[in-house]
């Protein structure tokens, strides 16, 4: 691929430069690829409806054509140009969670490439709240096509410079506004099955979820690797169990907090003995029970409050990998809340399976 010199600029995140979004706008227009920051994470975005473009954002990530593109929006309107008969539920939802973390999987209309949805009969959908995602979109005049902007089967971005490690020289320009709010993508759910369900959890809760549809039901339960991992693969491209992969091995603990602390503990005395640097991810209170060991300690906040964790999340992944750790050793934040996409993240960075 041809080497591009990166440049990086940063936006007010609040109220964002016209005359710094005009310039990224007219890239996009252009037919080019741009970094921008949303609520999330950083998305590498194209023009949705212009195929070298969504050409670009496939290049620039090494991604498989196989895995489809979320579109963002700005405007309800631009609902029309992407899909048919939106059901009732899709209402509902984005009148109480758009902008915001929410993606919605609808039936796609006949306009849509097949770039962007990998030749399903779906399109995923969702209205980012970032005011640098909504003012970009807005001024590009046509939806945005963005996956998160990574390289392939790296840990999502949720700071410029995160993007600027995985895709210097190969996008002209990245949006830099600061760290993401929320830190984890946004949850995908699916309302062309026959009851609506999570395919990823993720910054809305399957809980908040349920109070304007009860029947959501959560993801697919994903340690058993074997048996849903054919069928989610056809449903959900984007969603195997190694797709989030650090580039050190991640072993996640589960259990009560005392057997997750032993079972670390012994962890951290196995390879030391085999001269092994160990990076933890932990919560606040768990750092007095690591203190007198040799590992390299990462901590994503309290484990009282998991918006705090999240955000922290996959800065603590990259931070440890950057250490030149060998492996990472991480515990379990239960499933309540942001919980349960927090342990969705881990999971698929651990392989799919837990230690106990
Ligand atoms: O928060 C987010 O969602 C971020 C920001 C940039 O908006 N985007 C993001 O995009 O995480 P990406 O491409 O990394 O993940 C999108 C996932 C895909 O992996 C895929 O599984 C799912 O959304 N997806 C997209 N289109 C789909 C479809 N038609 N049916 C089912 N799943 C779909
Ligand atoms: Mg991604």
Redesign the pocket.
């Known amino acids: 691929m041809e080497y591009i010199r990166t440049e990086i600029i940063e936006v007010h995140a609040k109220c964002p430069e016209p005359g710094l979004i005009e310039r990224a706008a007219r890239l996009i227009q252009g037919g080019e690829i741009v970094v921008f920051p ?1 609520e ?4 590498l975005g194209a023009d949705a409806f212009q195929q070298t473009a969504l050409e670009r954002i496939f290049a620039a990530k090494g991604r498989p054509l196989s ?4 579109v ?1 929006i700005a405007d309800e309107h631009q609902l029309e140009l992407l899909t048919i008969n939106i059901p009732i539920e899709a209402k509902r939802l984005a009148w109480q969670f758009w902008p915001g ?1 929410l ?1 919605l ?1 609808l039936p796609r209309g006949s306009h849509v490439p097949h770039l962007v ?1 990998a030749g ?1 009969e ?3 959908v ?1 209205m ?1 709240r970032h005011p640098v995602a909504l003012a970009l979109i807005r001024a590009s005049g046509s939806p945005i096509a ?4 990574n390289r392939f089967m790296h840990i ?1 971005p949720t700071t410029a410079q995160h993007a600027y490690t995985d895709l210097a020289g190969k996008v002209p320009l990245i949006l830099d506004s600061g760290p993401c709010e929320i830190g984890v ?2 949850t ?1 759910l ?1 309302l062309c099955s026959d009851v609506p369900r999570i ?2 959890p ?2 809305i809760s399957l809980e908040a979820l349920r109070t304007v549809l009860p029947d959501v039901q959560p993801p697919a339960q994903r340690n058993k690797v074997d048996e849903v991992e054919e069928d989610l693969a056809m ?5 195997l169990l190694t ?1 989030y992969a650090p580039s050190v091995p991640l072993l996640l603990f589960d259990g009560t907090i005392e057997e997750m602390h032993t079972s670390m503990l012994a962890e951290i005395g196995r390879r030391y003995v085999k001269g092994e640097q160990v990076g933890l991810l932990i919560a606040e209170e768990d750092i007095p029970k690591f203190q007198g060991t040799q590992a390299c300690i990462y901590s994503a906040g309290s484990e009282k409050d998991l918006m705090q964790v999240a955000a922290h999340l996959f800065a603590g992944l990259r931070s440890l990998e950057e250490a030149h750790v060998q492996v990472i050793l991480c515990r379990n934040f239960g499933e309540q809340g942001l919980g349960l996409a927090i342990r969705d993240r881990l999971l698929k960075a651990a392989g799919g399976k837990f230690r106990t």
Do not use: C, F, M, N
């Open positions: 949303t999330t994470v950083y998305g895995d489809p593109l979320i963002h973390p993606t999987i949805t399903l779906t399109v995923a969702r980012p963005a996956p998160s902007a999502s993508e946004s995908v699916d395919l990823r993720g910054g449903k959900a491209p984007g969603q797709h």
